[in-house]
Protein backbone atom coordinates (compact mmCIF):
# COMPACT_ATOMS: atom_id res chain seq x y z
CA UNK A 1 0.00 0.00 0.00
CA UNK A 2 2.95 2.15 0.63
CA UNK A 3 4.50 1.46 -2.23
CA UNK A 4 1.29 2.70 -4.22
CA UNK A 5 1.02 5.95 -2.40
CA UNK A 6 4.31 6.95 -3.36
CA UNK A 7 4.04 6.09 -6.72
CA UNK A 8 0.36 8.13 -6.88
CA UNK A 9 2.24 11.37 -5.45
CA UNK A 10 4.73 10.61 -8.12
CA UNK A 11 2.20 10.11 -10.88
CA UNK A 12 0.74 13.30 -9.25
CA UNK A 13 3.37 15.55 -8.95
CA UNK A 14 4.94 14.17 -12.64
CA UNK A 15 1.12 15.29 -14.24
CA UNK A 16 1.60 18.80 -12.24
CA UNK A 17 5.35 19.39 -13.69
CA UNK A 18 3.77 18.56 -17.22
CA UNK A 19 1.15 20.23 -16.96
CA UNK A 20 2.79 23.24 -16.58
CA UNK A 21 5.18 22.84 -19.06
CA UNK A 22 1.66 22.09 -21.68
CA UNK A 23 0.56 25.55 -20.29
CA UNK A 24 3.85 27.62 -21.02
CA UNK A 25 3.53 26.29 -24.45
CA UNK A 26 0.11 26.87 -25.49
CA UNK A 27 0.50 30.59 -24.21
CA UNK A 28 3.37 30.94 -26.26
CA UNK A 29 1.30 29.54 -29.50
CA UNK A 30 -0.94 32.40 -29.32
CA UNK A 31 1.51 35.10 -29.55
CA UNK A 32 4.06 32.77 -32.06
CA UNK A 33 0.80 32.37 -34.43
CA UNK A 34 0.23 36.03 -34.42
CA UNK A 35 3.50 37.01 -34.82
CA UNK A 36 3.89 34.42 -37.91
CA UNK A 37 0.79 36.02 -39.48
CA UNK A 38 2.34 38.99 -39.95
CA UNK A 39 6.16 38.30 -40.51
CA UNK A 40 6.67 35.07 -42.34
CA UNK A 41 5.51 33.21 -45.14
CA UNK A 42 5.98 32.13 -48.82
CA UNK A 43 4.38 35.43 -50.01
CA UNK A 44 2.43 38.33 -47.79
CA UNK A 45 -0.76 40.20 -49.22
CA UNK A 46 -0.54 43.78 -49.54
CA UNK A 47 -0.99 46.07 -47.86
CA UNK A 48 -1.90 44.71 -44.23
CA UNK A 49 -2.93 41.25 -45.05
CA UNK A 50 -1.63 37.71 -43.83
CA UNK A 51 1.83 36.28 -44.71
CA UNK A 52 0.82 33.06 -46.39
CA UNK A 53 2.08 29.64 -46.18
CA UNK A 54 0.62 26.67 -48.96
CA UNK A 55 -0.86 24.03 -47.16
CA UNK A 56 -2.14 21.66 -49.97
CA UNK A 57 -1.66 22.00 -53.50
CA UNK A 58 -3.37 25.13 -54.43
CA UNK A 59 -4.37 25.41 -50.99
CA UNK A 60 -2.90 28.35 -48.66
CA UNK A 61 -3.67 29.61 -45.55
CA UNK A 62 -2.24 32.62 -43.10
CA UNK A 63 1.21 31.19 -41.48
CA UNK A 64 0.03 31.17 -38.07
CA UNK A 65 -1.65 28.00 -38.61
CA UNK A 66 0.70 26.23 -38.10
CA UNK A 67 0.96 26.76 -34.70
CA UNK A 68 -2.68 27.37 -34.07
CA UNK A 69 -2.78 23.56 -35.04
CA UNK A 70 -0.30 22.89 -32.23
CA UNK A 71 -2.38 24.90 -29.83
CA UNK A 72 -5.50 22.91 -30.47
CA UNK A 73 -3.49 19.94 -29.36
CA UNK A 74 -1.48 21.54 -25.89
CA UNK A 75 -5.35 23.12 -25.03
CA UNK A 76 -6.63 19.37 -24.60
CA UNK A 77 -3.37 18.57 -23.01
CA UNK A 78 -3.44 20.97 -20.68
CA UNK A 79 -7.17 20.47 -19.42
CA UNK A 80 -5.83 16.56 -18.87
CA UNK A 81 -2.87 17.85 -16.43
CA UNK A 82 -4.79 20.85 -15.05
CA UNK A 83 -8.17 20.76 -15.45
CA UNK A 84 -10.04 22.87 -17.52
CA UNK A 85 -9.89 26.50 -15.69
CA UNK A 86 -5.77 27.51 -16.59
CA UNK A 87 -6.65 26.69 -20.68
CA UNK A 88 -8.71 30.56 -20.22
CA UNK A 89 -6.04 32.11 -18.38
CA UNK A 90 -3.22 30.61 -20.82
CA UNK A 91 -4.94 32.36 -24.12
CA UNK A 92 -5.52 35.97 -21.68
CA UNK A 93 -2.27 35.17 -20.98
CA UNK A 94 -1.31 34.53 -24.45
CA UNK A 95 -2.86 37.44 -26.22
CA UNK A 96 -1.27 39.72 -23.45
CA UNK A 97 1.99 38.64 -25.10
CA UNK A 98 0.44 38.86 -28.61
CA UNK A 99 -0.04 42.78 -27.61
CA UNK A 100 3.97 43.25 -27.67
CA UNK A 101 4.35 41.41 -31.33
CA UNK A 102 1.09 41.98 -33.37
CA UNK A 103 -1.41 44.78 -34.00
CA UNK A 104 -4.44 45.65 -31.78
CA UNK A 105 -7.23 44.07 -34.33
CA UNK A 106 -5.02 40.50 -34.90
CA UNK A 107 -4.95 40.32 -31.18
CA UNK A 108 -8.15 40.64 -30.33
CA UNK A 109 -9.16 38.40 -32.94
CA UNK A 110 -7.12 35.93 -32.24
CA UNK A 111 -8.14 35.82 -28.23
CA UNK A 112 -11.81 35.86 -29.27
CA UNK A 113 -11.01 33.14 -31.49
CA UNK A 114 -9.26 30.63 -29.06
CA UNK A 115 -11.99 31.47 -25.95
CA UNK A 116 -14.80 30.98 -27.97
CA UNK A 117 -13.33 27.75 -29.73
CA UNK A 118 -12.69 26.35 -26.07
CA UNK A 119 -15.81 26.07 -25.51
CA UNK A 120 -16.61 23.78 -28.47
CA UNK A 121 -12.87 22.00 -27.33
CA UNK A 122 -14.43 21.52 -23.88
CA UNK A 123 -18.26 20.74 -25.00
CA UNK A 124 -16.62 17.64 -27.09
CA UNK A 125 -13.10 17.18 -25.80
CA UNK A 126 -13.74 16.24 -21.57
CA UNK A 127 -16.79 13.73 -22.05
CA UNK A 128 -14.35 11.98 -24.31
CA UNK A 129 -11.03 12.29 -22.38
CA UNK A 130 -11.16 9.88 -19.88
CA UNK A 131 -12.07 6.49 -21.90
CA UNK A 132 -10.34 7.88 -25.51
CA UNK A 133 -7.42 10.15 -25.38
CA UNK A 134 -6.52 9.94 -28.69
CA UNK A 135 -10.31 10.09 -30.14
CA UNK A 136 -10.92 12.70 -27.74
CA UNK A 137 -7.72 15.04 -29.06
CA UNK A 138 -8.76 14.21 -32.85
CA UNK A 139 -12.94 14.90 -32.29
CA UNK A 140 -12.45 18.30 -30.19
CA UNK A 141 -9.65 19.87 -32.17
CA UNK A 142 -11.86 19.29 -35.55
CA UNK A 143 -14.64 21.11 -33.19
CA UNK A 144 -12.32 23.73 -32.38
CA UNK A 145 -10.11 24.39 -35.48
CA UNK A 146 -13.35 25.19 -37.77
CA UNK A 147 -14.98 27.74 -34.43
CA UNK A 148 -11.27 29.18 -34.56
CA UNK A 149 -11.04 29.58 -38.59
CA UNK A 150 -14.43 31.06 -38.99
CA UNK A 151 -13.96 33.26 -35.74
CA UNK A 152 -10.65 34.68 -36.90
CA UNK A 153 -10.73 35.10 -40.35
CA UNK A 154 -14.00 36.99 -39.57
CA UNK A 155 -12.66 39.30 -37.25
CA UNK A 156 -9.19 39.33 -38.67
CA UNK A 157 -9.74 40.04 -41.99
CA UNK A 158 -13.27 40.45 -42.87
CA UNK A 159 -13.46 37.40 -45.19
CA UNK A 160 -13.36 34.14 -45.16
CA UNK A 161 -11.13 33.92 -48.05
CA UNK A 162 -8.80 31.82 -46.44
CA UNK A 163 -11.07 28.94 -44.33
CA UNK A 164 -9.96 26.27 -46.90
CA UNK A 165 -6.45 26.29 -46.28
CA UNK A 166 -7.29 27.29 -42.33
CA UNK A 167 -8.77 24.17 -41.83
CA UNK A 168 -6.61 21.79 -43.92
CA UNK A 169 -3.50 23.68 -41.74
CA UNK A 170 -4.62 23.09 -38.71
CA UNK A 171 -5.61 19.38 -39.59
CA UNK A 172 -2.51 18.76 -41.18
CA UNK A 173 -0.65 19.81 -37.38
CA UNK A 174 -3.36 17.94 -35.40
CA UNK A 175 -2.71 14.58 -37.27
CA UNK A 176 1.04 14.75 -36.74
CA UNK A 177 0.54 15.27 -32.76
CA UNK A 178 -1.42 11.64 -32.95
CA UNK A 179 1.79 9.90 -32.60
CA UNK A 180 2.76 11.80 -29.72
CA UNK A 181 -0.81 11.68 -27.71
CA UNK A 182 -0.95 8.06 -28.49
CA UNK A 183 2.59 7.63 -26.84
CA UNK A 184 1.17 10.09 -23.75
CA UNK A 185 -1.38 8.14 -23.35
CA UNK A 186 0.02 4.24 -23.46
CA UNK A 187 2.68 6.01 -20.47
CA UNK A 188 0.06 7.32 -18.59
CA UNK A 189 -1.88 3.83 -18.42
CA UNK A 190 1.97 2.51 -17.59
CA UNK A 191 2.77 5.24 -14.71
CA UNK A 192 -0.59 5.61 -13.37
CA UNK A 193 -0.82 9.11 -14.18
CA UNK A 194 -4.66 9.93 -14.68
CA UNK A 195 -6.86 13.29 -16.03
CA UNK A 196 -6.95 15.98 -13.75
Known amino acids: MAGRIV ?40 PHGPCVIPVAPGVLAPSGVTMVGVALVLRDLVQR ?76 FGSLEFLPGQVVGKAWMVLLSIPFVTWLRRRDERLGIGPA
Not at 18 to 45: D, Q, R
Not at 95 to 117: E, T
Not at 129 to 155: E, M, N, P, Y
Open 81 to 156: RLGTGLSALAILCGAAISALVAPPALVVASAVAFLLSEFADLAVYTPLARRRLVAAVIASSCAGLVVDSIIFLSLA
Open 7 to 46: NSAAAQRQRAREGVVFLALFALTIPAANWLIGHAGTACVA
